[in-house]
C-alpha cells in the first residue's frame, strides 16, 4: 500500500498549480475585506503641510537662543482647519492648535504648559531648536512612496490611507465563486428534526460559512443521490461555472464512496488521494482546466480540519493573497492532550495569549464528527507522527487560521 502524502507536502504540490482569479474595480467603499490585486504609490504628501502636533504657539527658535525667559507677542490664533494670515517676525508669536499649519517665519512649536500666557503676550522658558515640535510636510507620507502591496487586505489602515491620497476606487480580485456539493444520501436539509434514519446536512452552513470568512462566494449545488455518474454531472457543470468545487462525502473505500470515481468521471486529474493526517486524511484533491476541486470526508470535524490545513491555503492563493499558506507559530500546551498515534495529527483548539507568551488550548473533545469543537476554534495544532501524548506546557507547532 502507498504510504499517504505528508500533509504540508500536498498543500505545496496543490499551491503550485493554484493561479489567482481575475480583477475587478470596486469602490472603496464597498471593498472592505477585498484583496488589492495592484499596488498604490503615493500622489500627494501627508501631511501636506508642516503642521503642530498639539496646542501651544508657534514662534521663531532663534528668539530663545539669547537672555530668557523671552516675553513674545501674540499675532493671532489659528485653529485646525485655518490658514494663518500673519508672519511670524522677531518678538512675535502664534497661538496654534494641534493639526494647525504652521505660519510662515515660524520654525518651532511651545506646549501651552511649557509657557506663561496672556490674551496679548506668551514667555517662553528655555531654549527650542529649529524644527522642534513640528510635524514636517510629507513626514507621514512623501510623494511615490509605496502605500499599499499587491495581495493586501483592504482594511481600515489601507481605506484611510487611500483615501487621504483622493484614491475611491481600487483594483482587486474577485471573490472566487466556489460550487459546496454535500454527498450522502443520510443528510437532510433544513432545521427541523430530521427523519429517522437521516441527520441534518449541517456541513453546508458549515463550510459556506468558512468560505465567505475567507473571501469567497460559495454557491450551492445541493445533494446528489449515491450514483457515481449523477455526481459526475454535477461535478462537471460545478467545474464549468465555479472557479473552485467543495465537496463533502464519499471519499473512502465503501461502497458508496464514489466521490473520487465521479471526479474522474468529469474530466479532473486527481493529485493527491489521501494523505498522512488524522482528522481528515481520507480525502481526495483534483484539478480541471485550472479549477480546483476538494473532495473532503463527511464527518463535519474531519472534513473542516483538512480544509483549514490544506484547502484553505489554495483559496488564499486564488483569493489573491499575498500569503497563502497559514501563518505557523510555536505556542505552549495550555493542557494536557491524551492522544497520540503513529500518523500526524491536528488538534482543533484556541490559539490565545497570557504573560508567558502564546498559548494553545485543545478542545476537549476531538471526535471526527464533533463539529461544535470548532465553534470558537482559531488553530490547528500539530503532534507529529509517532508521538505520545503530551503534557501541559509542551511547546507544539500551531497553524492558524484565525476567526
Not at 462537471?236 to 473512502?252: I, K, Q
Not at 488553530?379 to 511547546?395: F, K, R, V
Request: charged share 20%; net charge negative; aromatic share 6%.
Amino acid at each position: 500500500m502507498t504510504k499517504p502524502m505528508d500533509w504540508r507536502a500536498a498543500r505545496d504540490l496543490l499551491l503550485e498549480r493554484a493561479v489567482s482569479v481575475s480583477t475587478e474595480t470596486v469602490s472603496l467603499d464597498n471593498a472592505a475585506g477585498r484583496i488589492l490585486a495592484a499596488p498604490t504609490a503615493a500622489l500627494r504628501e501627508v501631511p501636506p503641510f508642516d503642521r503642530s502636533p498639539f496646542d501651544g504657539y508657534a514662534f521663531r527658535s532663534a528668539d530663545t537662543a539669547g537672555e530668557l525667559p523671552v516675553t513674545l507677542t501674540i499675532l493671532e490664533e489659528v485653529p485646525a482647519g485655518a490658514v494663518p494670515t500673519r508672519t511670524v517676525t522677531s518678538g512675535t508669536a502664534v497661538k496654534i492648535l494641534t493639526g494647525a499649519p504652521i505660519p510662515p517665519g515660524a520654525d518651532a512649536v511651545s506646549k501651552f504648559e511649557e509657557t506663561d500666557f496672556t490674551p496679548e503676550t506668551v514667555t517662553l522658558k528655555r531654549t527650542y531648536q529649529p524644527g522642534e515640535n513640528l510635524i514636517c510636510r510629507g513626514e507621514d507620507v512623501h510623494m511615490g512612496m509605496e502605500l499599499t502591496r499587491a495581495g493586501q487586505t483592504v482594511d481600515a489602515g489601507v481605506a484611510g490611507a487611500l483615501w487621504s491620497q483622493g484614491v475611491d476606487s481600487v483594483l482587486v480580485y474577485r471573490c472566487p465563486r466556489v460550487a459546496v456539493i454535500t454527498t450522502g444520501s443520510e443528510l437532510e436539509e433544513g432545521t427541523a428534526s430530521p427523519t429517522e434514519g437521516r441527520i441534518p446536512n449541517s456541513n453546508r452552513p458549515a463550510f459556506e460559512t468558512a468560505l465567505r470568512l475567507a473571501g469567497a462566494e460559495p454557491v450551492y449545488y445541493g445533494t446528489p443521490k449515491d450514483d457515481c455518474a449523477a455526481i459526475a454531472a454535477l461535478l462537471e457543470r460545478a467545474l464549468g461555472e465555479c472557479d473552485m468545487v467543495l465537496t463533502t462525502g464519499g471519499v473512502s473505500v465503501g461502497d458508496y464512496d464514489l466521490t473520487p470515481a465521479a471526479l474522474e468521471c468529469a474530466g479532473a486529474e486527481i493529485v493527491v488521494r489521501n494523505i498522512g493526517l488524522k482528522p481528515g486524511g481520507k480525502c481526495c484533491f483534483g484539478w480541471k482546466n485550472g479549477k480546483f476541486a476538494a473532495c473532503l470526508s463527511g464527518n463535519p470535524a474531519s472534513a473542516l480540519t483538512c480544509f483549514y490545513a490544506v484547502a484553505l491555503p489554495v483559496l488564499r492563493r486564488l483569493c489573491g493573497r499575498e500569503q497563502a499558506a497559514l501563518p505557523e507559530v510555536s505556542a505552549r500546551l495550555g493542557a494536557d492532550f491524551k492522544k497520540g498515534g503513529k500518523q500526524t495529527r491536528l488538534v482543533r483548539g484556541r490559539l490565545s495569549a497570557d504573560e508567558h507568551g502564546l498559548v494553545f488550548y485543545p478542545a476537549a473533545q476531538q471526535g471526527n464528527g464533533a463539529l461544535h469543537t470548532l465553534a470558537g476554534a482559531n488553530a490547528l495544532a500539530e503532534i507529529p507522527s509517532g508521538a505520545g501524548p503530551q503534557s501541559a506546557g509542551a511547546m507544539l507547532r500551531v497553524s492558524y487560521f484565525g476567526i
